[in-house]
């Protein structure tokens, strides 16, 4: 700002700057500083009143730099130093611009909180300082790490320059050292800089758990979440205030209801031995107490396991740290079931403790437990090869145990897996040793989850009798109280088996059944899903208005799902696809697409690239299906023949395509 040309313009020589750090924090050193730096000449001003002619005199553009050293409301002439501050903003003539990690300035300044910098502003700070080579993805990446902070990036460009180090070396020196690095000879560093933040009189004055509390939030990559500071740190009576003083600082500030800080700041101050605070280790355990062992829709703290929705980054963190320390610890271990378990109902996705699960001996007591929910969140994301794989594995380890609950239990996940890879005979295979598990186990509940199954792979594999018989089996197993989402599941797959009969009063029916369980558990894959196959029973029966209302309805349950929003996205593309609607359809086709992507969801982006294909060759291919030459029998004829394949691929997203082309073909004069 002091040397932006329009500044220069109006204020010229008059544009003085003032370091507050380099004199002792009173007001005589103040004063006596001031009078030099305006140019007034008197040497041991006592107050502004010698200086007030000279101030006054012309406009002037007067910077305090770092003020937190003379405004510190803990220093010993802080109110004395304040109130000339305030007695400067009065003066129409003078723009007085104060910088300052602490927010205690006179309340007649604007206040301007300074973002960190944009990307493209992050990488040309680095790159005006760095001229050892081309601008690559290494160093980018490390410039996000340091989350686009302003003073860490100066550094590491200083540091790199004057070492001359490619960005090899650059690389290997921050994956070794991190904010070590950041170091310049001239420059100073990141470290001087907080810890001059914490030598202030307003840090040395907290509590001694201050600096210990201020490694918790730290260590965790979101921070602490304001409401639960109580619940986190009983012990620590005075901890509302400290975290209030630590924002006071820029130490911290706050973000969505969460006190945290800039990762250059959080890789300095956080633990380096977490095993050596015990305040950490007392979060840790407040966090894995509220992990549930198991989390099921039916059972009573199924709400109150939302929690992890807002924190699932930190306890993750928490686990990865913990795990890394002690492999062997079994509670630690029970407690990432219970994350993933989390995850699975209330925010699907990826984890990046994945490698550590399959690395664990098999003979752990935690291992097939975490395998299978590992398994459970590559089915999150449509990796159903991936899901296969581990619950392969997970299998083999509940055999070995012998464990017939467990393995019954792992052949009808099993058994859903190579369904949706079209490996329906395997899948039917499995869902039937699941249920003569259960049968001879006496779990009715159990049988019926894998009566649900085996229905679902029989309807995959074209035997839509024999799964409609197998689905009512079910619902005659299941309690009339609890297991609700077991029976939301039981009519969704006896919505899908009457619609596929080309029954649609019977298949609403089952379906609205559903929505209302599922509405009743306030259970959005269930919502979800429900909407979902009415929006299909609709479409297919021509009430397209009511089909693309449902499929409004499936995105709004897509919370923290992104491979459910993608289905609903590729279903509304086929809708509209099938409408002529052709530029919507891409554009829901390519969103559908993105996210598949980003997800590893490969068959499913496979079929969404050719769902674009479809979309583009639409015309041509309408012109060509069935012409005047080939209407009566033999046009009946492929009728026929595609309606048995919507029958036989009711399971594949593919239906679909055959669905769409049999109504082109039923309302087509030719035929």
């Known amino acids: 700002m002091l040397h932006d040309d329009r500044i220069k313009k109006r204020f010229g020589e008059d544009r003085r700057f003032i370091r507050c750090d380099q004199f002792p924090a009173s007001r005589v050193h103040f004063l006596r500083r001031l009078s030099k730096a305006i140019g007034a000449g008197v040497e041991n001003p006592e107050d502004l009143t010698p200086l007030r002619p000279f101030l006054s005199s012309k406009e002037m553009f007067v910077v305090l730099d770092n003020a937190e050293s003379i405004l510190d409301s803990q220093g010993t002439d802080a109110r004395e130093i304040y109130d000339i501050v305030g007695e400067l903003t009065q003066f129409d003539n003078?723009?007085?611009?104060?910088?300052?990690?602490?927010?205690?300035?006179?309340?007649?300044?604007?206040?301007?909180k300074v973002p960190t910098l944009s990307m493209k502003a992050a990488y040309d700070a680095f790159y005006r300082i760095y001229k050892q080579g081309e601008r690559t993805d290494r160093i980018n990446n490390i410039l996000e790490q340091l989350d686009f902070h302003p003073l860490s990036i100066t550094l590491l460009a200083t540091v790199a320059q004057q070492n001359e180090w490619d960005a090899s070396r650059l690389t290997r020196e921050w994956e070794r050292q991190r904010t070590g690095v950041l170091h310049a000879h001239h420059s100073g560093s990141l470290a001087a800089t907080i810890e001059l933040s914490l030598a202030s009189p307003i840090f040395q004055q907290l509590d001694p758990d201050a600096r210990e509390l201020l490694g918790v939030v730290a260590f965790f990559p979101q921070g602490v979440k304001e409401k639960n500071a109580d619940w986190l740190f009983p012990a620590i009576s005075d901890g509302p205030n400290m975290l209030d003083k630590f924002c006071v600082l820029s130490l911290t500030y706050r973000s969505n209801g969460f006190i945290t800080m800039l990762a250059p700041l959080r890789d300095y101050l956080r633990p380096k031995d977490p095993m050596s605070s015990p305040l950490l280790g007392t979060t840790k355990e407040h966090y894995l107490t509220r992990l549930p062992a198991d989390v099921y829709p039916d059972d009573p703290g199924f709400k109150e396991s939302k929690w992890i929705t807002s924190e699932d980054l930190n306890v993750e963190h928490l686990l990865d740290v913990f795990t890394s320390i002690d492999t062997n610890l079994?509670?630690?271990?029970?407690?990432?079931?219970?994350?993933?378990k989390c995850l699975y109902w209330h925010k699907p996705r990826l984890?990046?403790?994945?490698?550590?699960?399959?690395?664990?001996?098999?003979?752990?007591?935690?291992?097939?437990?975490?395998?299978?929910?590992l398994s459970s969140l590559f089915h999150t994301v449509g990796n159903f090869a991936e899901q296969k794989r581990l619950l392969t594995r997970t299998l083999k380890l509940w055999r070995e145990r012998g464990d017939d609950w467990e393995v019954a239990r792992i052949l009808g996940y099993l058994s859903d897996a190579n369904r949706r890879l079209g490996l329906c005979e395997e899948g039917i295979k499995q869902a039937r040793e699941a249920s003569e598990m259960f049968e001879r186990l006496g779990e009715t509940v159990g049988q019926a989850r894998c009566l649900i199954d085996l229905a679902e792979a029989l309807l995959g594999d074209g035997q839509i009798d024999a799964a409609e018989e197998t689905a009512s089996r079910a619902i005659e197993l299941l309690p009339e109280k609890g297991e609700q989402n077991l029976a939301c599941n039981c009519h969704q797959t006896l919505g899908d088996i009457y619609n596929s009969k080309g029954d649609t009063e019977r298949a609403i029916h089952h379906l609205e059944i559903s929505l209302r369980i599922a509405s009743s558990l306030n259970l959005d894959p269930g919502l979800f899903w429900s909407h979902y196959a009415l929006a299909e029973v609709f479409f297919m029966d021509g009430r397209f208005s009511d089909a693309h209302a449902h499929v409004e309805h499936a995105k709004s349950h897509t919370v923290n799902d992104t491979y459910l929003l993608a289905r609903a996205s590729e279903l509304q593309a086929m809708f509209w696809?099938?409408?002529?609607?052709?530029?919507?359809?891409?554009?829901e086709a390519l969103r559908a697409l993105d996210m598949y992507e980003k997800l590893g969801a490969a068959n499913d982006a496979e079929d969404v690239r050719y769902l674009l294909?479809?979309?583009?060759?639409?015309?041509?291919?309408?012109?060509?299906?069935?012409?005047?030459?080939?209407?009566g029998e033999d046009g009946e004829q492929l009728l026929e023949t595609l309606l048995l394949a919507v029958r036989i691929n009711h399971v594949f997203?593919?239906?679909?395509?055959?669905?769409?082309?049999t109504l082109r073909l039923a309302s087509s004069p030719q035929t």
């Open 94 to 112: 003078i723009c007085l611009c104060i910088t300052s990690r602490v927010s205690t300035v006179p309340p007649d300044c604007g206040t301007l």
């Open 330 to 340: 079994e509670t630690i271990w029970d407690s990432c079931s219970g994350f993933i």
């Open 351 to 373: 984890i990046i403790l994945g490698p550590k699960i399959e690395a664990l001996p098999d003979d752990h007591p935690s291992k097939p437990q975490c395998l299978q929910g």
């Open 577 to 587: 696809k099938d409408q002529h609607r052709f530029e919507e359809a891409k554009s």
């Open 613 to 631: 294909g479809e979309i583009d060759d639409t015309f041509e291919d309408m012109d060509g299906w069935v012409t005047t030459d080939e209407s």
């Open 653 to 661: 997203r593919r239906e679909h395509r055959i669905r769409m082309m």
